[in-house]
């Protein structure tokens, strides 16, 4: 059993949040924190709603094509991970949902990284701020290494992924997010990662001011630095 970190040891949002990045030939990553004026369950974002049952193509982000969905895959693999079957880009598995009409709404955070990132293609991470502890990174996991993904208890095996790790160990990526970071009804504090490709810097800009706009009035937005690791 895992034991509870010090009370010092928790994540403190009130002050300057940074995420170490280990070295990566493609990977980039932007970050940050959401502080939600209701609990996730009363807020209402009518245009993420509107945007999650809109056709691909019709918001302001460039519909993702082959190109996006390779560069997608390629900067996965890099490192030896296989993003097939089960294991493809949680970007890819929106699209697939859309297209099946099963793409149901969760809560505000949930339901608006889901619309940004079915509309841009890039994977995008939503964890609860308040079941983390410091210090956070992200590296490529390795041999050995899993978690819990669902609450069902099924595993998903991370190695060769670029993954959020905190002081317990790793709980986000660009694949499945773990169960125990998920957002829940008691949510106030969301921590919001894109996972990109080097290569798609305009794409990742566009759909951060969208994801952005999206949030306008339910909640606030402090930004994260993502930091070389030394």
Not at 18 to 42: D, G, M
Request: aromatic share 6%; proline share 7%.
């Amino acid at each position: 059993m895992l034991r509870a970190l010090p009370t010092a040891q928790r994540f403190r949002p009130e002050v300057f949040v940074q995420i170490t990045v280990e070295s990566h030939p493609r990977l980039s990553v932007s970050a940050f924190i959401s502080h939600w004026r209701q609990p996730l369950t009363a807020a209402t974002l009518p245009r993420t709603a509107a945007l999650l049952s809109t056709p691909l193509g019709s918001s302001e982000l460039q519909p993702p094509d082959d190109a996006l969905r390779s560069s997608i895959r390629d900067l996965l693999r890099q490192r030896g991970f296989k993003p097939t079957g089960r294991s493809k880009p949680s970007s890819e598995y929106l699209i697939r949902a859309s297209s099946e009409g099963a793409l149901g709404a969760i809560n505000a955070a949930v339901d608006t990284g889901n619309a940004v990132s079915l509309h841009s293609g890039l994977p995008i991470s939503v964890v609860d701020v308040d079941k983390l502890s410091e210090p956070l990174s992200i590296r490529c996991a390795a041999e050995g290494e899993s978690y819990v993904f669902n609450a069902t208890g099924q595993i998903i095996t991370l190695q060769g992924l670029p993954c959020l790790y905190d002081a317990v160990g790793p709980c986000a990526n660009a694949v499945k997010d773990a169960q125990r970071t998920k957002t829940d009804a008691g949510t106030r504090r969301t921590l919001t990662i894109f996972w990109s490709d080097k290569s798609l810097e305009a794409q990742t800009q566009a759909a951060l001011r969208l994801y952005h706009s999206l949030l306008d009035g339910a909640a606030d937005i402090t930004p994260v630095a993502v930091q070389p690791q030394p």
